[in-house]
């Protein structure tokens, strides 16, 4: 009997065809991909912060078989802090997660000696031993970068410590902190009776008005001694006041995508040449080309503000 089929079922049937065969397939030259060539090792630039050598210490773990807040409570008293360590190659992803716990009294030390925000920006030699001591035997021995630490709110002792491994082809999201330098060159910071004003966030507002307070008495002592010596003293508070500049920092750490090899320890803001009314911002930093920017570059840094009569007295200039 004949069998008669639709144009539909034809059209896919000719779809599911194949156009070779596999005995056809195998006689076709097979084009191996090039290989690809490992990536240049970057290093530090001249001119650039690097890390110091006298800082470089191997933070030394055991493995943790179990987490949660009882087991974490126990290391705690034990004088250990619960850690992980992690793989997060491209600044994203993380992968290949071990729980260790490190000794709180070395990490203790270390953040103290160099400050939170320079131990998060630094890395480190990582060893995974059986035990502590000098028996233990090395599980693991990798380079880690500090990526999360977090404090007592009162005692400032280290509750947990969170490590991402560092290899050379790793790209590590970083808050890289700030130092600020030329203070004494700038031309738009004053010196108001010896002191230099230099304020971060809200300090300025609570430094300013004990400043005020100590102008004023300073002016009823001289009226004083106008009234007890007949001296002529042409002077006020807000002449005193009217050369005052501070300097307000907005930002003390900057975010960037470093790779592993050239992750900077800090870096460097000039202030030198900021006047009063002037600002720096993200984008007037100056760091290796590799890294990677990941704030907004028009974000600012730091300005250096005055009072009416520092502006007057710049605009008369």
């Not at 004949?2 to 000719?14: A, D, F, K």
């Not at 087991?71 to 994203?92: L, N, T, Y």
């Not at 999360?148 to 509750?159: C, Q, V």
């Not at 738009?188 to 004023?216: D, P, Y």
């Amino acid at each position: 009997m004949l069998l008669r089929r639709s144009p539909e079922t034809l059209r896919v049937g000719i779809l599911r065809l194949r156009y070779f065969s596999n005995s056809a397939a195998a006689t076709i030259p097979q084009h191996e991909p090039a290989p690809i060539e490992p990536l240049p090792r970057l290093e530090y630039l001249e001119g650039f912060p690097r890390p110091d050598p006298k800082h470089s210490e191997t933070i030394t773990a055991i493995p943790r078989d179990k987490s949660g807040k009882n087991i974490s409570s126990k290391e705690r008293k034990a004088g250990r802090v619960p850690s992980i360590v992690f793989e997060q190659e491209d600044g994203q992803h993380g992968g290949n997660k071990r729980l260790i716990s490190v000794q709180t009294k070395q990490i203790r030390k270390l953040v103290d000696h160099l400050g939170r925000s320079f131990f998060l920006s630094r890395l480190f030699e990582l060893e995974v031993l059986s035990e502590f001591g000098d028996s233990g035997d090395i599980i693991e021995k990798v380079r880690v970068l500090p990526r999360k630490l977090h404090l007592h709110s009162a005692t400032d002792e280290p509750l947990n410590v969170t490590f991402v491994r560092a290899p050379s082809s790793a790209l590590l999201k970083i808050d890289v902190p700030l130092i600020f330098r030329g203070e004494d060159a700038s031309p738009g910071l004053r010196k108001v009776n010896g002191c230099r004003c230099i304020c971060t966030g809200q300090t300025w507002e609570f430094i300013l008005a004990v400043l005020m307070l100590s102008l004023a008495c300073l002016h009823r002592l001289l009226l004083v001694a106008k009234e007890s010596f007949g001296t002529t003293v042409n002077l006020s508070l807000f002449d005193l006041m009217a050369t005052s500049a501070y300097l307000n920092t907005i930002n003390r750490t900057v975010k960037y995508l470093c790779p592993a090899d050239i992750i900077p320890p800090y870096i460097d803001v000039d202030l030198s040449e900021l006047d009063v009314g002037q600002k720096l911002i993200m984008r007037d930093l100056k760091v290796h080309p590799a890294l990677r920017l990941l704030q907004s570059p028009d974000q600012p840094i730091c300005n250096i503000i005055g009072s009416r009569g520092a502006r007057e007295s710049k605009k008369s200039k």
